[in-house]
């Protein structure tokens, strides 16, 4: 079962991105932020947040819907690191702006989107590949994408933006290694922004992933049909009748 969004929903969750905008900068970095969301609407307002039925969010309008949550789930984990000690150097605007952009690379290119749809029936049905990535694309990881648009727009980030954009995905993305495992205190991380939003990203996606099995399998726990108890034959019976004949004596 593939969740959707209706297009009330796809629309709603687009003016609480502009407006999240609207409420979080200012000044000509707003302008800016406002004047490439206009550019990518028609596709960003769409877009999956992935292409596999089964990952999180592969519907029409899943990328808006997944960054809207992991907004929303940093700001949570903020709250708790902030209210158990933690060291918090940096500020709501830099961890929205971080938030709202670790996966801007998913909308594509200037041009070309990141994710088509898949034509092939069969790996849709039995592979949950319900979007394939553009061939067309050159290759690029997602947060490098994102870093080459944003800078493109001339919107320019903080040193704890940027820290944190490009941390995001944590140690499934091999070339973040050395920012996590510091084997001295001059090579660790100086702020906390990279840890709260990975496990923002992680807890909107487990948490979509969740919301997806739990609709895909309902009907299948629900609806089993009992095995139907076997008639014995009247051959079966006979042949009872004699192994009991021969061996039971």
């Known amino acids: 079962m593939i969740r959707e969004l209706t297009s009330e929903q796809i629309v709603d969750n687009w003016k609480d991105m502009i407006n999240l905008i609207e409420d979080t900068f200012d000044g000509e970095r707003k302008d800016k932020l406002l004047k490439m969301y206009d ?11 992935s292409g596999r039925e089964h990952y999180h969010n592969a519907y029409a309008g899943g990328y808006v819907d997944h960054v809207l949550h992991v907004i929303n789930c940093a700001k949570q984990i903020y709250k708790l690191w902030e209210d158990n000690g933690a060291t918090i150097n940096f500020t709501e605007e830099e961890l929205v702006f971080a938030a709202m952009h670790h996966d801007l690379g998913k909308v594509g290119d200037l041009a070309e989107d990141y994710y088509s749809i898949n034509d092939s029936e069969w790996h849709r049905k039995n592979q949950g590949l319900i979007y394939k990535h553009n061939p067309n694309l050159q290759y690029m990881t997602v947060t490098d994408r994102a870093m080459f648009l944003l800078q493109h727009f001339g919107i320019n980030m903080s040193e704890n933006e940027y820290i944190g954009l490009k941390l995001t ?4 993305e091999e070339a973040n290694k050395s920012y996590f495992i510091g084997w001295t205190p001059d090579r660790s991380l100086k702020t906390n922004i990279a840890y709260i939003l990975h496990q923002a990203d992680m807890m909107a996606t487990h948490i979509e992933f969740d919301r997806w099995k739990r609709g895909s399998y309902a009907n299948e726990t629900a ?27």
């Open 39 to 49: 550019y990518f609407e028609e596709r960003m307002s769409i877009a999956p947040a």
């Open 223 to 249: 609806e089993k049909p009992k095995p139907k108890k076997k008639e014995v034959s009247e051959q079966s019976k006979k042949a009872n009748d004699l192994f009991k004949e021969l061996f039971n004596d």
């Open 169 to 172: 995905d944590g140690l499934y």
